[in-house]
């Protein structure tokens, strides 16, 4: 089994940053790709960014400039700095981690920012 918590989250005002933190625990042998989701109340939850055990990134074209993700593979964690935040950026953002085809999900933190 594997285990992924986030940490991070919060209430910030427009243009200010955070930067949410992954930690993957458990039967790890072979983590790929790691990424950041996010779902809004209604909404059907949307990928954010994704990077590769070897640390190529891709974006949604939303984030693009603003958030970057990274990795650091000796403590099995993904990060995500999120800059120059928007209210649209308001969101539970999720983790996720494949291992061995298999997609996991940490528990979500909230990110809300107001304008």
């Known amino acids: 089994q594997v285990q992924l918590v986030e940490s991070g989250g919060g209430l910030v005002q427009a243009g200010g940053s955070l930067r949410l933190s992954c930690a993957a625990s458990?039967?790890?042998?072979?983590?790929?790709?790691m990424a950041w989701y996010r779902q809004d109340p209604g909404k059907q939850r949307e990928w954010v960014a994704g990077?590769?055990?070897?640390?190529?990134?891709n974006y949604r074209d939303s984030v693009k400039g603003r958030f970057t993700i990274s990795r650091d593979n000796a403590k099995n964690t993904v990060y995500l700095q999120m800059n120059s935040l928007k209210p649209e950026d308001t969101a539970v953002y999720y983790c996720?981690?494949?291992?061995?085809?298999?997609?996991?999900w940490g528990q979500g933190t909230q990110v809300t920012v107001s304008s």
């Open positions: 996720s981690a494949v291992v061995r085809a298999v997609i996991y």
């Open positions: 458990g039967n790890i042998f072979s983590l790929n790709t």
């Open positions: 990077i590769t055990r070897d640390g190529n990134t």
